[in-house]
């Protein structure tokens, strides 16, 4: 392998030019999964040739899965694979030495108090999740009416979602300067005295979760819109004719036509949010005093600032189970009772 | 009775919209003042107590930022990588979501978490070895290697898969169907029976079923 020498400030680096960093095995890893992926489904679709409909069923079921599927392969497992390799190694971008270590890694990871405080931001982040619904379910039904202007209003509840976040984040910073900022000028209007939005540790992660909020209800709102619009008019005469208050139309009629909708919304908002990033990394990069650090910029900072791949691998799949065990209850308890009412 | 009613409502719709508006203004405060502090110079935006306009507007600032980069160039790469992806989300969420909704096979619900598992992951994990990927197939600095890894977007698919499944199942099941497909002419055409779409296209299930959430999304008490 051949090294360039470079200087960078004080620091020399011997540096490995991209094309020579291809690991071999992280190869043969992706081509294998790939290839029992492949292997796997003509195995059990010959299982079923006995019986026609089914196998006629499974071919089509699989027709149409095709194209996502062997794209997910490709493009997704196998980096994951990939990165699965990296966690059990002591993996950095300017160290050759890449020595294999087990399961060091991650028994490190659990160790480490900083990556649970981090976990523990992220999860009182998350709290934001059903303020942000609640809001927006209210902002649907409000925004579903036939009234003059409702476009418009629409138009502007949305606007958020398809802002540049770094924009976003640029002026929310200046509202909340503790000097210059808006937020503060008002409140001096109505003589409360300066608030340490984003430099107070107890503080900090409040104007995030206000922020994400105000960025995630428009788009909420637009689903629940669509969800909205496919519940049959003709259920709300007949619950009014049976003398049905609005309220009790929402809770015996809204609410379980919705269900499916607010199953999703809950789901990927919160997966969304135990991956919240941007706001933090351009709003405070994980301060004061790490009171904003969460899990994603932790990550990020391990591989991107420290160089330790191995250890932002561990800790990524770390997330992941968390992550992936939040889900996993959603659907053990809400997805069997959304499927009861059916 | 009904004047109390009446005018309950009306109170009701005065305060809906009063909050809305103040929601609305929320929402665009911070445009607004984005707006206006791109026309002042640096000076006037770290002023105390802000100004809310301008003392005289800079229009300056846009010709310099926009003329600080080739940002035709850069409209020309978003507008070609948004057209492409949009085009493969939408093939690959809708026939994926489609399966996953109204699919009995093998495996399916935990194919799909697996399918959901893959979001759950942070981007930056797979970032690095994405790009040894798309440097194996030498896709490095095309428009290809900016497109391949976005055609897919599992969001969409959950998305989709749950749209289709608020679709009462009996309305794709063989015999229903065609005993029904007089009263999709009914709704699609207003009961004329004349035939705006060709034959094969209805017998298209899948189609069939796009074009009654698109027509009346109201329609579909009408088996049940």
């Known amino acids: ?342 | 009775m009904s004047q109390v009613n009446r005018s309950r409502r009306r109170a009701a719709n005065v305060a809906a919209w009063a909050l809305a508006c103040l929601l609305a203004l929320t929402m665009l405060a911070p445009f607004l003042w984005m707006l206006s502090t791109s026309l002042m110079d640096e000076l006037e935006v770290f002023r105390f107590p802000p100004r809310l306009l301008p003392e005289s507007p800079r229009w300056e600032n846009y010709e310099g930022a926009l003329s600080a980069r080739p940002f035709g160039r850069y409209f020309l790469n978003s507008f070609v990588f948004a057209t492409c992806i949009v085009i493969g989300q939408l093939f690959t969420a809708a026939t994926a979501g489609y399966a996953f909704a109204k699919f009995a096979f093998t495996g399916r619900d935990k194919l799909f978490l697996l399918f959901l598992s893959t979001m759950m992951v942070p981007a930056v994990v797979v970032m690095i070895p994405r790009f040894l990927l798309i440097d194996a197939l030498g896709w490095i600095d095309t428009y290809t290697g900016l497109v391949s890894t976005e055609l897919v977007l599992v969001w969409g698919i959950f998305l989709m898969r749950q749209y289709f499944r608020s679709v009462p199942k009996e309305l794709m099941e063989e015999p229903p169907l065609a005993s029904r497909r007089n009263a999709f002419d009914e709704h699609a055409h207003g009961g004329s029976g004349h035939r705006v779409i060709p034959r094969h296209v209805r017998d298209d299930r899948f189609q069939v079923m796009g074009r009654r959430l698109q027509l009346r999304p109201s329609a579909f008490e009408a088996g049940s």
């Not at chain 1, 996502?68 to 497992?77: Q, R, Y």
């Not at chain 1, 008002?186 to 540790?201: E, F, M, Y």
């Not at chain 1, 990394?281 to 900072?301: K, N, Q, R, S, W």
């Open chain 1, 1 to 342: 392998m051949e090294y360039l020498i470079t200087d960078v400030g004080r620091v020399r680096l011997a540096v490995l030019p991209y094309d020579q960093t291809g690991d071999p095995i992280s190869k043969v890893v992706v081509l294998s999964l790939l290839g029992l992926l492949l292997a796997a489904l003509p195995v059990a679709l010959t299982g079923l040739v006995d019986q026609p409909r089914a196998f006629r069923r499974h071919v089509v079921a699989w027709s149409f899965l095709a194209p996502a599927s062997v794209h997910l392969a490709i493009f997704t497992l196998g980096p994951l694979a990939i990165a699965a390799w990296l966690s059990l190694h002591r993996w950095s971008l300017i160290d050759v030495a890449r020595p294999f270590v087990g399961l060091a890694n991650y028994l490190h990871v659990l160790g480490d108090s900083a990556f649970w405080n981090a976990i523990q931001n992220t999860v009182l982040f998350t709290l934001h999740v059903p303020v942000s619904m609640a809001i927006a379910l209210a902002l649907a039904i409000i925004v579903q009416r036939r009234a003059r202007g409702i476009v418009f209003l629409r138009a502007i509840l949305f606007l958020p979602t398809i802002t540049s976040l770094v924009a976003v984040a640029m002026v929310w910073q200046w509202m909340l300067h503790d000097e210059y900022g808006l937020f503060n000028w008002l409140l001096s209007k109505i003589g409360i005295g300066p608030v340490a939005w984003l430099s107070s540790p107890s503080t900090a992660l409040l104007p995030i979760m206000i922020m994400a909020t105000w960025m995630v209800v428009g788009y909420q709102m637009i689903l629940f819109q669509a969800g909205l619009a496919a519940i049959p008019s003709d259920l709300y005469d007949a619950a009014r004719i049976d003398g049905a208050n609005p309220w009790r139309r929402f809770i015996h009629v809204t609410i379980p036509g919705l269900r499916h909708t607010l199953f999703f919304v809950l789901v990927t908002s919160v997966i969304g949010s135990f991956q919240i990033f941007g706001a933090v990394y351009l709003m405070t990069e994980g301060g004061p005093l790490h009171a904003t650090d969460v899990a994603v910029f932790h990550i990020y900072e391990e591989a991107w600032e420290y160089f330790r791949f191995g250890d932002a691998a561990a800790q990524s799949w770390v997330l992941f189970a968390i992550i992936f065990v939040a889900t996993w209850l959603q659907f053990r308890t809400l997805e069997r009772r959304v499927e009861g009412q059916a």
